[in-house]
């Protein structure tokens, strides 16, 4: 009888494509679930263990390629809820995968790199990389930082206590730095040293922890606190698109907005969802932005009015501008202050690369309707500024669906003076998907870092008050039409550590992880003829 031989090389391919797909998929669930999301050094300490089977560059760019596509598909997989509205929206699942492709790969050939060039072991080098990339796949035309690790604590807000000095990219940091600490002890599980090494990772994993623990301040009532009524008026994505349904969104967003201004304590401020405004509002000319209608709404309340609205900038008869925007209507009738969205989907909202390609999203067609389910296909453009709203003690940001995905823009706010700030979004697009109660608890990462609470004002859920520490006090259930009215106490005048060094102590800290080991790695070759000698 002849004996069978497995071959090792094909063994080892078979380990590393596998720990390659269970890293991706416990990566994937544990972002898009984020009650998973403490489980996540595991999903980094098994992709860490694939690569210690990596032996060649060609092999690294290949498990990168599998756990991004693994990973990414399984935490993106809502994507496909938009192809109820056509084939078109099938493409974004595919297209969204692609994007973060070639930092998966350059994640692990990088690692591989980086340890024969300087000596950084691989698994560190990893999570060098990994951490360091984050900031940079929210910038450039085609970004879409939806995977940030920090985003997916947002029902553990404890988790991210160290992120008003580390900032959002030091989550990354924590979670990789224990993975490397759990790998070092599955090495060494055969002998005692496994014991300092894992003791190391539960005590840095539970830091954060106890940080919040020891920081949280007992409940008080703040003077500074202001009353806001938050409208969720459910209006379905063909409901919008259609003209005739129009006078019924008026009058369903006029009727809660009266009562919500008749309520027992009147509001300070009331604030309509991402583009709840059923007509666009016309811009002719040069002079200061008004809009009539909501203005005489805004004096029949009483209330300042803050709403959603595409904006048509027209000058001599011809579409110059539109935003995807943000206005807010004061009763005593001064002009409107408007906000353009900063930072566009690409393909839906604009065409990447347009200023390079010199391309007029207006040359065609100058019309503002909305005529189907993709009704501006690239044609908007980003507004000239963020704009800082104040209403009495509450000066606050607009950020405008996924732009509360980058903490750039946030910090920016912050920066300018901002002590809150409002999210509008429809997530009626995406049903009831997971997405929708994935992209609501991504909130506690802007909170707690910049520590200013949040008002989510969402077309049909799930709108909320997420406050200085994260935590979400008030939210309303899916697909519920009501209005809820939160106290919103503003956030200090210091502004955290992270407000105001940004990124620059966590890049350091990365620089100097980098530049530690080649030190070590001199010093060994050094100290290593002498010992020769010696015996």
Same mark, same amino acid.
């Given at each position: 009888?002849?004996?069978?031989? #497995? *071959? !090792?090389?094909?063994?080892? +391919?078979?380990?590393? &494509?596998?720990?390659? @797909?269970?890293?991706? $998929? ?28 990596? #032996? *060649? !560059?060609?092999?690294?760019? +290949?498990?990168?390629? &599998?756990?991004?596509? @693994?990973?990414?598909? $399984? ?461």
């Amino acid at each position: 009888m002849t004996a069978k031989f #497995e *071959n !090792p090389a094909g063994r080892s +391919r078979r380990k590393r &494509l596998g720990l390659a @797909v269970g890293a991706g $998929v416990l990566w994937g669930l544990c972002c898009l679930y984020t009650s998973l999301a403490p489980f996540l050094p595991l999903a980094f300490l098994v992709a860490l263990q694939g690569l210690r089977q990596v #032996e *060649n !560059p060609r092999q690294a760019i +290949r498990f990168g390629l &599998l756990f991004g596509i @693994v990973r990414y598909a $399984v935490g993106s997989h809502f994507l496909l809820a938009l192809g109820s509205f056509g084939a078109l929206g099938y493409a974004f699942y595919p297209a969204a995968i692609s994007y973060y492709l070639p930092f998966a790969m350059l994640e692990s050939w990088g690692a591989l790199k980086l340890e024969r060039l300087l000596g950084v072991p691989r698994a560190v080098a990893f999570g060098i990389l990994y951490t360091g990339l984050e900031p940079l796949r929210s910038l450039g035309d085609l970004s879409f930082p939806t995977d940030l690790l920090a985003q997916a604590f947002g029902v553990w807000p404890q988790w991210l206590a160290l992120t008003p000095w580390t900032g959002p990219y030091g989550v990354p940091f924590m979670v990789l730095l224990c993975a490397v600490l759990m790998d070092q002890a599955w090495m060494r599980r055969r002998t005692s040293r496994w014991v300092p090494a894992l003791a190391a990772a539960v005590l840095i994993w539970s830091l954060p922890v106890v940080v919040d623990k020891l920081l949280d301040p007992a409940p008080r009532q703040d003077p500074r606190s202001l009353r806001v009524a938050i409208l969720q008026p459910v209006t379905g994505v063909q409901e919008k698109m259609d003209r005739s349904s129009r006078p019924a969104i008026w009058n369903t967003l006029e009727r809660m907005t009266m009562e919500a201004s008749a309520a027992g304590e009147k509001p300070d401020l009331i604030v309509w969802p991402e583009s709840s405004r059923p007509d666009p509002v016309t811009w002719k000319g040069q002079g200061p932005f008004r809009d009539e209608r909501m203005q005489r709404l805004a004096r029949k309340a009483g209330t300042p009015i803050l709403y959603g609205t595409v904006i048509a900038k027209v000058d001599d008869g011809r579409l110059q501008a539109l935003y995807n925007g943000a206005a807010l209507a004061f009763p005593d009738g001064r002009p409107a202050q408007w906000y353009g969205k900063q930072q566009l989907l690409p393909v839906a909202e604009k065409v990447p690369f347009r200023r390079l390609l010199g391309i007029d999203p207006y040359a065609a067609n100058q019309s503002t309707e909305r005529k189907n389910v993709l009704p501006m296909l690239g044609r908007f453009l980003e507004g000239p500024q963020p704009t800082l709203f104040q209403v009495d003690g509450l000066k606050f940001g607009v950020l405008i669906c996924y732009e509360g995905m980058y903490p750039a823009l946030s910090r920016a706010y912050r920066r300018a003076g901002a002590n809150a700030l409002v999210i509008l979004t429809n997530d009626a697009w995406w049903g009831d998907s997971e997405f929708v109660r994935w992209h609501a608890q991504k909130v506690a990462m802007i909170s707690r870092g910049l520590e200013i609470p949040v008002i989510r004002a969402a077309n049909n859920g799930i709108s909320s008050l997420t406050d200085s520490r994260g935590r979400r006090p008030a939210a309303t259930a899916l697909d519920e039409l009501t209005t809820i009215h939160v106290e919103v106490t503003p956030g200090n005048a210091e502004p955290t550590f992270y407000s105001g060094a940004g990124n620059a102590a966590m890049f350091g800290l990365l620089l100097l992880c980098c530049a530690i080991f080649p030190v070590i790695r001199r010093i060994r070759r050094t100290a290593q003829p002498s010992s020769f000698s010696a015996r």
